[in-house]
């Protein structure tokens, strides 16, 4: 119902909703988020909310996974904007954990995938997925949820968070949700309120870059060096975008691929002035999915 949600700040009170479900044989769904919600989350909360008999979502701006020159301090926040959201989207738990109880000054312990964080972003970050993974876990551990939600334009982090609760016997199914776009095509994220009205104009050549990688899969190009050219010379037509980087890889592997004929994920990052932005685009037979 609409209008019945609950706020929840303490580790503790979480825990005893959490339980509670499960003694009632309830399903919950989770959606974790950093906040600033717009509508790619919403997206989340609602396939959540018609997979579950309950929904959680938290907001929780996680220190350890940025870096020591990245956007912590300014990171887009709107506590009053997002509980509206919610609260209109039907859910039943925001969860907002204070960042003192959830790392405890002696905090020591953390979650680091050997193989799958080493690729991609983790090579300009190198700590991030380990602080991914290890916020996403204690949420796990606090929320008990049967599924939780994850959008794909954050394709390493999905990756990296399946193959941790794999790799960890975790009791939660993990579901990758669709990108969702601007009408241009710009992934939806938090991030692009950094941008100018210029440099929005300019963010664009993300989705191009995929656009055209995916004409060159239709078109049967084996060469991952005929896409990677392609999608970069489109990338720096605009003057305030460099890459970080633009990738051909195998989909689970996340490692580049040396010939295309099989599926294939094209994946960057790039810096539009001082924003870093991320998208990814599925290039699979028989034709790509809308991502
Ligand atoms: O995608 C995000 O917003 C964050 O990385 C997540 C999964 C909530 C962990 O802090």
Same mark, same amino acid.
């Given at each position: 119902m609409v209008g019945s949600m609950d706020t929840i700040t303490s580790v503790r009170e979480m825990i005893e909703w959490s339980r509670f479900q499960i003694s009632c044989r309830k399903d919950t769904g989770f959606v974790p988020t950093m906040g600033y919600l717009h509508d790619g989350h919403l997206s989340l909360v609602n396939r959540a909310r018609s997979e579950n008999d309950s929904v959680v979502v938290s907001v929780f701006v996680n220190?350890?996974?940025?870096?020591?020159? =990245?956007?912590l301090s300014v990171y887009p926040r709107d506590p009053d904007g997002d509980s509206a959201k919610l609260e209109a989207a039907g859910i039943d738990v925001l969860f907002v954990p204070e960042a003192g109880e959830l790392y405890s000054p002696s905090h020591e312990t953390f979650v680091e995938l =050997? /193989?799958?964080? /080493?690729?991609l972003c983790g090579k300009s970050r190198p700590l991030h997925f380990r602080g991914v993974a290890t916020i996403v876990l204690k949420l796990f551990n606090i929320v008990l949820p049967t599924n939780a939600y994850f959008g794909s334009k954050d394709y390493q982090q999905l990756q990296v968070i399946k193959n941790m609760v794999r790799d960890l016997n975790v009791n939660t199914m993990v579901i990758g949700c669709p990108t969702i776009r601007e009408h241009d095509g710009l992934a939806m994220s938090? /991030?692009?309120?950094?941008?100018s009205p210029d440099q929005r104009k300019q963010a664009i050549c993300l989705y191009d870059a995929l656009m055209i990688a995916r004409r060159l899969f239709a078109a049967r190009e084996p060469d991952p060096n005929a896409y990677l050219q392609a999608m970069k010379s489109r990338v720096l037509s605009e003057p305030d975008a460099l890459p970080d980087y633009i990738s051909l890889v195998h989909? =689970?592997?996340l490692e580049n691929l040396t010939t295309v004929n099989y599926n294939a994920l094209a994946v960057m990052a790039v810096r539009i002035g001082k924003t870093r932005l991320i998208d990814n685009m599925l290039l699979a037979e028989p034709a790509s999915r809308n991502q």
């Amino acid at each position: 119902m609409v209008g019945s949600m609950d706020t929840i700040t303490s580790v503790r009170e979480m825990i005893e909703w959490s339980r509670f479900q499960i003694s009632c044989r309830k399903d919950t769904g989770f959606v974790p988020t950093m906040g600033y919600l717009h509508d790619g989350h919403l997206s989340l909360v609602n396939r959540a909310r018609s997979e579950n008999d309950s929904v959680v979502v938290s907001v929780f701006v996680n220190p350890t996974q940025f870096g020591p020159n =990245e956007d912590l301090s300014v990171y887009p926040r709107d506590p009053d904007g997002d509980s509206a959201k919610l609260e209109a989207a039907g859910i039943d738990v925001l969860f907002v954990p204070e960042a003192g109880e959830l790392y405890s000054p002696s905090h020591e312990t953390f979650v680091e995938l =050997e /193989r799958l964080s /080493r690729h991609l972003c983790g090579k300009s970050r190198p700590l991030h997925f380990r602080g991914v993974a290890t916020i996403v876990l204690k949420l796990f551990n606090i929320v008990l949820p049967t599924n939780a939600y994850f959008g794909s334009k954050d394709y390493q982090q999905l990756q990296v968070i399946k193959n941790m609760v794999r790799d960890l016997n975790v009791n939660t199914m993990v579901i990758g949700c669709p990108t969702i776009r601007e009408h241009d095509g710009l992934a939806m994220s938090s /991030r692009n309120s950094y941008l100018s009205p210029d440099q929005r104009k300019q963010a664009i050549c993300l989705y191009d870059a995929l656009m055209i990688a995916r004409r060159l899969f239709a078109a049967r190009e084996p060469d991952p060096n005929a896409y990677l050219q392609a999608m970069k010379s489109r990338v720096l037509s605009e003057p305030d975008a460099l890459p970080d980087y633009i990738s051909l890889v195998h989909p =689970e592997t996340l490692e580049n691929l040396t010939t295309v004929n099989y599926n294939a994920l094209a994946v960057m990052a790039v810096r539009i002035g001082k924003t870093r932005l991320i998208d990814n685009m599925l290039l699979a037979e028989p034709a790509s999915r809308n991502q």
